[in-house]
């Protein structure tokens, strides 16, 4: 069965990096745009980025442009999230997905298929 697992979540002080990774098993992982996504307490689940089946094409939501970058190696179906200069405002739980939707970078959940556990960042200030 389709399996993606994060990892690479953790707690850092405000201005601190990390680097989310995110490996898909049993499924054509290049046949896939690939989302990160985020719920932080008490609030709704959030798209951060996307990037489209061969890596070319990115998108992010406005908060995280230019701090965020994802990326993925179809070799070792893993998708990445490098999250630079974070603030106490991304903490939150961070999901991969996984879509074949047609769009290159879809942004909405409801495109997306397959789902992650979630792992936690927490950012402190």
């Known amino acids: 069965q389709v399996q993606l697992v994060e990892s690479g979540g953790g707690l850092v002080q405000a201005g601190g990096s990390l680097r989310l990774s995110c490996a898909a098993s049993?499924?054509?992982?290049?046949?896939?745009?690939m989302g990160w996504f985020r719920q932080a307490p008490g609030k709704e689940r959030e798209f951060v980025a996307a990037?489209?089946?061969?890596?070319?094409?990115?998108y992010y939501t406005d908060s995280v442009r230019g701090r965020f970058t994802i990326s993925r190696d179809n070799a070792k179906n893993t998708v990445y999230l490098q999250m630079n200069s974070l603030k106490p405002e991304d903490t939150a739980v961070y999901y991969c997905?996984?879509?074949?939707?047609?769009?290159?970078?879809?942004?909405?959940?409801?495109?997306?298929?397959?789902w992650g556990q979630g792992t936690q960042v927490t950012v402190s200030s």
């Open positions: 049993g499924l054509t992982f290049s046949s896939y745009a």
């Open positions: 990037v489209s089946r061969s890596g070319t094409t990115t």
């Open positions: 997905a996984a879509s074949a939707d047609t769009t290159p970078t879809p942004t909405s959940s409801y495109d997306y298929r397959y």
